[in-house]
Nanobody
Framework: QVQLVESGGGLVQAGGSLRLSCAASGLQFSTSAMGWFRQAPGKEREFVACISHVVGSTYYADYVQGRFSISRDNAKNTVYLQLNSLKPEDTAVFYC????????????????WGQGTQVTVSS
């Protein structure tokens, strides 16, 4: 019943930007923490960012270094990930995910997952 659908991925040059969206349905969105993970070819899925319920506190992986920004629109049941200053090493499938309440950077703690959207950064 819960569905997370990512969009906004694509091919960009190094230094460029993309805005990813994740539309949620069948979910108590406003009481859920929403997160983004990514998985590069041949690599394990890794944490990118998370935004908590209610107060909307945000958390980022160390490698983000201010380049990405997560936000949410509870009226639209949508979470966003703004990607700036993209590097070739950012190339990955980006996944939207959800868990109850507070943010955690452990993949196994998240309950629902989207199918992912491909981000490719050329050099």
């Amino acid at each position: 019943q819960v569905q997370l659908v990512e969009s906004g991925g694509g091919l960009v040059q190094a230094g460029g930007s993309l805005r990813l969206s994740c539309a949620a349905s069948g979910l108590q969105f406003s009481t859920s923490a929403m997160g983004w993970f990514r998985q590069a070819p041949g690599k394990e899925r890794e944490f990118v960012a998370c935004i908590s319920h209610v107060v909307g506190s945000t958390y980022y992986a160390d490698y983000v270094q201010g380049r990405f920004s997560i936000s949410r629109d509870n009226a639209k049941n949508t979470v966003y990930l703004q990607l700036n200053s993209l590097k070739p090493e950012d190339t990955a499938v980006f996944y939207c995910t959800s868990k109850r309440a507070y943010c955690i950077n452990q993949e196994r703690q998240f309950t629902y997952w989207g199918q992912g959207t491909q981000v490719t950064v050329s050099s």
